[in-house]
C-alpha cells in the first residue's frame, strides 16, 4: 500500500500556493482572475539590488559553495542593522542565512522540538507556522486573537496556555494574514509573561518590518533578559521586493543558531551565492526603494479599507503593517445566489473565484474559519476591479 509518512499526512498543503494554483488554471482557461491570494510585492526588486548580483557573477568570485550559515560579510552587516536599527545587540555569529524565511522557521522548529513539545501559536497566524510545527512531531497550541481585538492575542491569554510542555511560542509583527502590529507595550507585556517561565522561547517573524505603518517597529529580542530567549526571523522578501531570490535568516543565541545551522548543512547546505550578493546590497544600500514602495503600500491600504467599507456584512480591522485584510465574512454564511450556497470561508473564496474571477485565500487556513485574506500587493487598477467584482457577486447572494 503507497502510504506517505505520519508527518507529511499530518499537515496541509499551503493554501496560499493552492489558491495561486486555481487562479492559474482558470487564467489558462482565458478568464481574466485578479490575483489576491499571494503576499508577493508586485514591484521589482530594486536596480542597485540587482546589479550587485550582476558584478558579483562577473567577478567570477562567487562560484564556490558559501559558508552553510551565510558568507561572513553578510552576517556581519546583518548583525549591525540590528544594532543600530533595532537595538538588539546581535553578532554575526548569531545569523544564519537561508533560503527564505519559511526554511528559516523550519531549521529552528526542526533544532528546538521534539515530540510531545508545544508550540503556542498566536492565531491568526501564517499558513506554515501550525504545518511547521506539527513536521517536528510537536504539537501547536493555537491562541486566537479576535477582531475586536485588532486580531492581537493578549498577554493574559498566553499565560493561560502555557503549560509543563511548553517549549515556544510564534508569532509575526506586522502579522500576516491580520496587518496587525504589536505596540511597544504590548511586546513588553509578553516578554514580562515568557520571562516567568525559565527555557520558553520566543520565535519572532519580523518578514514584514519595512512594512510597517505605526511609525516604530519594535524587536521583542530588545527588551531586558530577552536576547537569549528569542529566535528572530527575517528576509529581504517583502521589504526588498525580493521574494524570488530566497534569502531569509535568523537570529538567535549561539547555541540555537548552530542547531540551525547543523539542520542546513544536512538539507540545503548554503543558500544561493549570488542571492546573498544581491542581499548584501539591499542590507547596505539606500532604502529609498523601500520607503517609496511602502508609502504605495500605505495608500493602497486606505484604498481597500474604504472600499471593503462599502460591501455591506464585511467586517475588518485597521491594518497597521503588512499589506493583507483579513475581514470577517460570516455575514455571507448560510447565503446562496440559487446555484451556490456558501457555508464556510472556503466557499466564500471558490464563490469569489467563479462568480467573481477573484483570488482570495480562505481564513481557516490562518486559523480563523469565519475570515479570508486580502492581499492588496497589487495595482490600484486591479484593486479597483477586483472590489467592484466582489461587491457586484455578493450583491447576488440571499
Known sequence: MNKLSNRIEAIQESATLAMAAKAREFKTRGIDVIGLSLGEPDFKTPLHIC????????????????????????????????????????????????????????????????????????????????????????????????????????????????????????????????????????????????????????????????????????????????????????????????????????????WIADGCNKVQGQITSANCSIAQRAALAAITGDLGPTHKMVEEYRSRRELVYNLLKEIPGIKTNYPEGAFYFFPDVSSYFGKSDGNFTIKDGDDFCMYMLEKGHVALVPGGAFGDDNCIRLSYAASEKDLKEALKRMKTALAELH
Request: charged share 20%.
Open 51 to 254: 546589479e550587485a548580483a550582476k558584478k558579483a557573477i562577473d567577478e567570477g568570485k562567487y562560484f564556490a559553495y558559501p559558508p552553510v550559515a551565510g558568507y561572513p560579510d553578510l552576517r556581519e552587516a546583518l548583525a549591525n542593522k540590528y544594532q543600530k536599527e533595532n537595538n538588539v545587540p546581535y553578532k554575526a555569529e548569531n545569523f544564519v542565512v537561508s533560503n527564505g524565511a519559511k526554511q528559516s522557521i523550519a531549521n529552528t522548529m526542526l533544532a528546538l522540538l521534539n515530540p510531545g513539545d508545544e508550540v503556542i501559536v498566536f492565531s491568526p497566524y501564517w499558513v506554515s507556522y501550525d504545518a511547521l510545527v506539527r513536521l517536528t512531531e510537536a504539537t501547536p497550541v493555537i491562541v486566537k486573537g479576535g477582531i475586536e481585538n485588532d486580531f492581537k492575542v493578549t498577554p493574559g491569554q498566553l499565560e493561560a496556555a502555557i503549560t509543563p510542555k511548553t517549549k515556544a511560542i510564534i508569532f509575526s509583527s506586522p502579522c500576516n494574514p491580520t496587518g496587525s502590529v504589536f505596540s511597544r507595550k504590548e511586546l513588553h507585556d509578553i516578554a514580562a509573561v515568557v520571562l516567568k517561565y525559565p527555557g520558553l522561547l520566543v520565535i519572532a517573524d519580523e518578514i514584514y518590518e519595512h512594512i510597517n505603518f505605526t511609525g516604530e517597529q519594535v524587536s521583542i529580542a530588545s527588551f531586558p533578559g530577552m536576547l537569549d530567549r528569542t529566535i528572530t526571523v527575517n528576509g529581504f522578501a517583502k521589504g526588498f521586493a525580493m521574494t524570488g531570490w530566497r534569502v531569509g535568516y535568523i537570529a538567535a543565541p549561539k
